[in-house]
């Protein structure tokens, strides 16, 4: 018998409720995906990713979609890191992520780290889509390695478009058969935590953000239209989680 891998997609959707609130008419997980509504805060809902088996796996499909409809307010974050393991079923494992906020919505996507383990192969894609008047925070981290172990292969994607315009589109690769120099002075330069802050905000396109260094491994970037970027790498995780909480409160 051949192994084909788990095939998984979790969705949600959040909804104004009329009340002053957000509902959640979709929330929905199956296999190892699994979706918890946790106590929200003003007129914020609040669901948590559970993972309920390891993975993913070598030749795993894993996929979450997120919908915030006009007006409402939503926070996702995950209960645990997602580790990413070699697995019986030969081949690249994926993991995507679509994230969609109509206008004068909010969502704050803050999951958890993601482990590259020794012998993984994943290839992670977040397709995220705004009108002009949405609001985003989006976090991403991703430790290349256990304590003391070399990663496994890692390609992560990361495309934001904001009215139907493109804001950002790009791609990183690390580990083993990644292009050369990825763990070099211009990339990692021997750092084994990668992380992303992305904030968009109105405002932002009426009065731009200034591009900044943030310490030694981090900086602030204005994209075009209504968007910062921060890109920052550490030693390990608990580093990297503390710059990009440190840049998201600078930007009030």
Not at 16 to 28: F, H, K
Not at 35 to 44: A, I, N, Y
Not at 77 to 90: E, M
């Amino acid at each position: 018998m051949i192994a084909t891998g788990v095939r998984a997609t979790a969705r949600i959707v959040a909804r104004e409720d009329g009340r002053g609130g957000t509902a959640l008419p979709v929330l929905e997980g199956d296999g190892p995906l699994a979706l918890r509504r946790t106590r929200g805060s003003g007129s914020e809902a609040r669901v948590l990713l559970v993972g309920a088996m390891s993975g993913p796996l070598g030749g795993d499909h894993f996929a979450v979609e997120a919908d915030v409809e006009r007006g409402a307010r939503l926070r996702v974050g995950s209960a645990a890191a997602t580790i990413a393991l070699p697995g019986q079923a030969k081949g690249e494992s994926r993991y995507d992520v679509r994230l969609r906020v109509a206008e004068d919505g909010e969502l704050h996507w803050l999951p958890e780290q993601l482990i590259s383990v020794r012998g993984s192969d994943l290839r992670v894609t977040t397709r995220v889509e705004l009108a002009d008047s949405a609001r985003l925070v989006l976090r991403e981290e991703q430790v290349l390695g256990r304590a003391g172990e070399e990663p496994g292969r890692l390609t992560s994607r990361l495309a934001l478009r904001v009215g139907g315009r493109t804001v950002l589109d790009q791609e990183l690769a690390c580990g083993p058969g990644a292009p050369g120099g990825w763990d070099g002075p211009a990339v990692l330069g021997g750092h084994r935590a990668v992380g992303q802050l992305l904030v968009v905000r109105p405002e932002f396109g009426r009065e731009p953000v200034a591009a900044r260094m943030l310490g030694e491994c981090a900086a602030l970037v204005p994209l075009a239209g209504p968007a910062v970027l921060v890109s920052a790498i550490a030693s390990d995780a608990l580093r990297l989680r503390r710059v990009l909480d440190e840049a998201l409160a600078s930007l009030g």
